[in-house]
Nanobody
Framework: QVQLVESGGGLVQPGGSLRLSCAAS????????TTWYRQGPGKQRELAAG???????TYADSVKGRFTISRDNAKNTVYLQMNNLKPEDTAVYYC?????????WGQGTQVTVSS
């Protein structure tokens, strides 16, 4: 059974930092494409950052230069380091892991940026 467990969300002031983690089990993680999506209040879910099994990364224009996605295949974990957070980054962040065209989703973790 595949499980994705996210952690690291919370309340932070503008300009602050958070690191999200997504630990996977029940999956051959090293072959997976891993992506962080987010859904803000009243908005559609959107891609924030992604990283392939080979380490290629992609970012939404709105987070480039502030967010960094990385993965540790030995720990079956993908991370999202978020710096210089802005109120518009407030959203539920979801981890997505895709293997052989099958998508798995985490439960989501809330990130709130507010003073």
């Amino acid at each position: 059974q595949v499980q994705l467990v996210e952690s690291g969300g919370g309340l932070v002031q503008p300009g602050g930092s958070l690191r999200l983690s997504c630990a996977a089990s029940g999956i051959i993680f090293r072959f997976a494409v891993t992506t962080w999506y987010r859904q803000g209040p009243g908005k559609q879910r959107e891609l924030a950052a992604g990283i392939t099994s080979g380490g290629s990364t992609t970012y939404a224009d709105s987070v480039k230069g502030r967010f960094t996605i990385s993965r540790d295949n030995a720990k079956n974990t993908v991370y999202l380091q978020m710096n210089n957070l802005k109120p518009e980054d407030t959203a539920v962040y979801y981890c997505n892991v895709k293997v052989v065209d099958i998508n798995y989703w985490g439960q989501g973790t809330q990130v709130t940026v507010s003073s």
